[in-house]
Nanobody, 119 residues
Framework: QMQLVESGGGLVQAGGSLRLSCAAS????????MGWFRRAPGKEREFVAA????????IYTGSVKGRFTISRDNAKSTVYLQMNSLKPEDTAVYYC????????????WGQGTQVTVSS
């Protein structure tokens, strides 16, 4: 089993920034692509960003492109999501997830961290 623990959420005003962290343990971190997802109140969970096991090929959903940056530190088994120019519509519970690089689905999920952006 892989354990994922997110941190860094909180309350921020529109236009502000937050950096989320997700610390992984229990499996070799470099065997896994990592992703961030979010679920806003009353909405389905949606993909936010992902990064390959090597740290390359970051991808983003359109609404966060240019504002969010995903990165990883394999030495620390940690993935990050730097969120800038936050908007009220970014308010959600943010989850990190891990997908073995041979697999199509995300196998492991964190418990989530709340991000609230006030207008």
């Amino acid at each position: 089993q892989m354990q994922l623990v997110e941190s860094g959420g909180g309350l921020v005003q529109a236009g502000g920034s937050l950096r989320l962290s997700c610390a992984a343990s229990g499996r070799p971190f470099t065997n896994y692509d990592m992703g961030w997802f979010r679920r806003a109140p009353g909405k389905e969970r949606e993909f936010v960003a992902a990064i390959s096991w090597s740290g390359g090929s970051p991808i983003y959903t359109g609404s966060v492109k240019g504002r969010f940056t995903i990165s990883r530190d394999n030495a620390k088994s940690t993935v990050y999501l730097q969120m800038n120019s936050l908007k009220p519509e970014d308010t959600a519970v943010y989850y990190c997830a891990a997908r073995h690089y041979f697999m199509a689905e995300y196998d492991y999920w964190g418990q989530g961290t709340q991000v609230t952006v006030s207008s």
